[in-house]
Nanobody
Framework: QVQLVESGGGLVQPGESLRISCEAS????????MRWYRQRPGKEREWVGS????????NYADSVKDRFTISRDNAKNTMYLQMNSLKPKDTAVYYC???????????WGQGTQVTVSS
């Protein structure tokens, strides 16, 4: 059974940092591209960033570039999103995702809430 389980969300103040995690199981994590998305209140879900299977290559949305960092630990089947200099507009439910491949469908996690507020 495939599972993507996000954790680590919570309430932080503007300017603070937070790291959220996505633990994967049931598919070959170490050879899978992984992505973070978020859905802000009243907005469509949007792509935040991606990381290659090896972790060497990352890409980010302009809105988070230079503040957010995606990493992964293939030995732990876990992806991370380090979020620094958080702003109220970063408040959202954050989802991890892996795109479909030739051998399996796309998968989504259930999401974790991040709230940035003073």
């Amino acid at each position: 059974q495939v599972q993507l389980v996000e954790s680590g969300g919570g309430l932080v103040q503007p300017g603070e940092s937070l790291r959220i995690s996505c633990e994967a199981s049931g598919f070959e994590f170490s050879i899978s591209t992984m992505r973070w998305y978020r859905q802000r209140p009243g907005k469509e879900r949007e792509w935040v960033g991606s990381i290659s299977d090896s972790g060497v290559a990352t890409n980010y949305a302009d809105s988070v570039k230079d503040r957010f960092t995606i990493s992964r630990d293939n030995a732990k089947n876990t992806m991370y999103l380090q979020m620094n200099s958080l702003k109220p507009k970063d408040t959202a439910v954050y989802y991890c995702n892996t795109p479909r491949t030739w051998s399996r469908p796309e998968y989504w996690g259930q999401g974790t809430q991040v709230t940035v507020s003073s």
